[in-house]
């Protein structure tokens, strides 16, 4: 190619350039149209949802995580990756306050502190990514003065050593130091997917060591008043267990229902 076709080739790609890019008035380019945020699915904050009354959150605080599991057909405990980063002994019982975030970005998670009540878990679905952390110490100091109760993470956090001097229980797939960026979209109050679960604001999550269940708001009381029953049922074979006293009958009978005979 001659020096004259080239210098037109090129001026041809910067004249299409500058139509995908338009000049700013200060003479910078303007971002590219795919950066083009829209109002909509994707880009929008609920300031407010029904929360569930006091006593029933109440009701679970001294719930084994692994006993609700097991009341809701074992559906409902989030992904096992996402374990306690604050600290072992970590517990959490509140309705959830939702967060999407776009992954590697924390916008919305700062807008979730201005909307969250004293008393709620903020849920963030950041997609799983390792790339960013999208909370960290300044986030859990802010949290913690406004009374939330804590935050589940389907992403990454960072500056784990002052979230622990914080005493404010956090759940998270993992630690990175890289920051977020603050851009957006996101959004805050609508159904997120958090660890393999559907969660929606004002479910209840109840979190320990074992891991993290979120209960649907609507069957709260019907799954409290199983486990209730299902406790007091099997208070007597949980003492006989402290005790050694115990007989595993129950077992042999089990395979015997499926074909099994000592005899063979």
Not at 13 to 25: D, E, N, R, V, Y
Not at 64 to 83: F, G, H, T
């Amino acid at each position: 190619m001659s020096s004259i076709h080239w210098s037109i080739a090129v001026t041809e790609i910067l004249a299409q350039s500058k139509s995908h890019f338009p000049q700013q008035s200060s003479g910078g380019v303007a971002p590219p149209r795919s950066a083009k945020i829209h109002l909509g699915p994707g880009f929008r904050i609920r300031s407010n949802f029904a929360r569930p009354s006091r006593d029933l959150l109440e009701a679970f605080a001294g719930v084994e995580v692994a006993d609700l599991s097991d009341q809701m057909n074992r559906l409902y405990a989030i992904s096992a990756e996402i374990k306690p980063i604050s600290s072992a002994e970590s517990r959490l019982v509140g309705p959830a306050c939702t967060v999407r975030v776009f992954p590697g970005d924390n916008l919305m998670v700062h807008k979730a502190l201005d909307i969250a009540k004293p008393g709620d878990v903020i849920v963030v679905d950041a997609h799983a990514s390792p790339l960013n952390a999208v909370l960290g110490d300044m986030i859990c100091t802010k949290a913690k003065h406004r009374g939330v109760a804590g935050f589940i993470v389907d992403g990454y956090v960072r500056d784990v050593e002052d979230i622990c001097s914080r005493d404010l229980p956090v759940f998270a797939r993992g630690a990175t130091p890289v920051g977020p960026l603050h851009r957006g979209p996101g959004e805050i109050n609508y159904a997120i997917c958090c660890g393999g679960v559907v969660v929606q604001p004002g479910d209840i999550v109840v979190a320990d060591a074992s891991g993290v269940v979120v209960m649907p708001a609507a069957h709260a009381e019907s799954v409290l008043q199983r486990l209730m029953e299902y406790l007091e049922r099997s208070a007597d074979y949980r003492k006989s267990l402290e005790k050694g006293s115990f007989s595993n009958a129950w077992v042999d009978d089990v395979l015997a229902g499926l074909g099994w005979s000592e005899a063979e």
